[in-house]
Nanobody, 122 residues
Framework: VQLVESGGGLVQAGGSLRLSCAAS????????MGWFRQAPGKEREFVIA????????YSEDSMKGRFTISRDNAKNTVYLQMNSLKAEDTAVYYC????????????????WGQGTQVTVSS
């Protein structure tokens, strides 16, 4: 499966952005999807994930209530809605896919997009 992220950009603190991740290939609905981010000089970290059925969602504690994930299997797309953005949310955001259930572990995801830059100005 190939993944392409879009929707990144520059936003003021307190603002919102919605990222999209479009998947190509068959059987998108059988993949669990995750979002990760990497800030300059830091390791790539887990943000949020949704399993193949859409029933289970995992999110990093510091982002709960601000970030939500959803998927539209008819459009082969997963979304990341980010609200109340802070300067520390500035990073490259990556979409990832895996078979089986969603996890928070970066190493369990076998497919990655190229990333989209999100910059939050304070």
């Amino acid at each position: 499966v190939q993944l392409v992220e879009s929707g990144g950009g520059l936003v003021q603190a307190g603002g919102s952005l919605r990222l999209s991740c479009a998947a190509s290939g068959r059987a998108f609905s059988s993949y669990s999807m995750g979002w990760f981010r990497q800030a300059p000089g830091k390791e790539r970290e887990f943000v949020i994930a949704i399993d193949w059925s859409g029933d289970s969602i995992y999110s990093e504690d510091s982002m709960k209530g601000r970030f939500t994930i959803s998927r539209d299997n008819a459009k082969n797309t997963v979304y990341l809605q980010m609200n109340s953005l802070k300067a520390e949310d500035t990073a490259v955001y990556y979409c990832a896919a895996k078979t089986g259930g969603a996890t928070i572990w970066r190493s369990s995801y076998g497919y990655w997009g190229q990333g989209t830059q999100v910059t939050v100005s304070s």
